[in-house]
């Protein structure tokens, strides 16, 4: 049994917000922005706008595209850390909002790598027959976290939400062939939201994202690069057998690093971050559902997801689509 991808959906709230903006109250500039990251634009959501305003629309667009009957959802498995509260749950809220009374719901944390976590995770249920229809949803408002005044931090994220169905399928060689997961947690300070958990309720160490962007960057380099070869190795193929490379939306100069190493074709790699920035777990499901849309996925190419993010965590997933 294989799971397979029967449904896209994706959304982004309608602020856009580009650097030039950003230069009229922190201390950036376009220039800087462009060449260090490749952004020039990203979304924000307003203060009346949750992870979950932006993840039902996602997954609703899923949910109708794989005409899937909502009371045959079996599960709901949402990527985020940035949930509208510590509980419950995203995913609950969804359960409740979709109308499908039968799908069990939990959230996975694992930051930008969210969505990898969620998709391998539901693959994992569906290739032990525990269950058959479920949506995965990659969903952030990582720009509620942010220190306007971190000229450092506050360019690099956007929010968004993307989504998955996912239902079985017999055929062997098709669906969610391969996940690769893994985690560097000595490396877990380097990128770190401090406030609001048990250790510090009280938000007494602020409630903003800290980042060592140096020691991340060469994190993020490494993940990328081992993440990819491995999901590759271990579906039985080669780097040459990929078609489309759906790397995680955080920097320009991280995935150009890969992909030279890699000596892929900028055909074959998907970049959406100009428009979006780094959308946390949301990144890969919305660079996802936009290359399926702009009709640059067809039957039996092999897609090829990756990510890496706070924890430090970094996965992979091969697809043939
Ligand atoms: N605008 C203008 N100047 C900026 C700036 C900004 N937004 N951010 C930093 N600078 C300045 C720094 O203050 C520094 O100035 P100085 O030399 O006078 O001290 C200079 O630019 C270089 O800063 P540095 O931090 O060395 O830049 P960098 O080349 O490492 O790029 C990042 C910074 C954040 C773009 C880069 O480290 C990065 O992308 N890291 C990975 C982050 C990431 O992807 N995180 C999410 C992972 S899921």
Redesign the pocket.
């Known amino acids: 049994m294989r799971a397979k991808i029967i449904g896209l959906g994706s959304h982004v709230p309608p602020k856009v917000v580009t650097n030039q903006d950003l230069s009229k109250f922190?201390?950036?500039?376009d220039e800087?922005?462009r060449t260090?990251?490749g952004i020039e634009e990203r979304r924000l959501s307003d203060e009346n706008t949750s992870t979950f305003d932006l993840a039902k629309v996602a997954a609703q667009k899923a949910l109708e595209r794989s005409k899937i009957d909502p009371e045959k959802l079996d599960l709901i498995i949402v990527g985020t850390t940035t949930p509208d509260t510590l509980f419950p749950s995203v995913s609950t809220m969804l359960q409740d909002h979709l109308k499908t009374p039968n799908a069990a719901a939990f959230d996975v944390s694992a930051?930008?790598s969210g969505f990898n976590f969620a998709l391998s995770t539901a693959a994992a249920y569906v290739e032990s027959g525990s269950y058959k229809n479920i949506l995965v949803v990659g969903a952030d408002t990582l720009t509620k976290y942010l220190d306007w005044k971190d000229?450092?931090t506050c360019?690099?994220f956007g929010d968004g939400a993307g989504a998955v169905m996912l239902t079985s399928t017999e055929e062997r060689d098709r669906g969610i062939l391969a996940s690769v997961l893994g985690a560097k947690g000595e490396g877990g300070k380097h990128?770190i939201m401090p406030g609001g958990g048990s250790r510090d309720p009280e938000e007494k160490n602020g409630r903003f994202i800290t980042?060592n962007?140096?020691e991340?960057?060469k994190f993020?380099v490494w993940a990328l690069e081992h993440s990819v070869t491995e999901v590759v190795k271990k579906a039985g193929m080669t780097l040459n057998n990929i078609d489309l490379l759906i790397p995680?939306q955080?920097?320009i100069?991280?995935i150009n690093h890969v992909v030279k190493k890699f000596n892929l074709p900028e055909s074959k790699v998907y970049v959406n971050l100009q428009k979006y920035g780094?959308t946390?777990a949301a990144s890969v499901p919305l660079a996802l559902d936009e290359a399926f849309s702009d009709g640059k996925i067809k039957e039996g190419d092999v897609v090829v997801l990756a990510g890496?993010?706070?924890g430090l965590t970094y996965g992979a997933n091969l697809i043939r689509w």
């Open positions: 922190v201390d950036t500039n800087w922005i260090r990251t930051a930008c000229r450092g360019v690099l990128l980042m962007g140096k991340v960057f993020a995680h955080a920097n100069r991280i780094n946390s890496f993010g706070a």
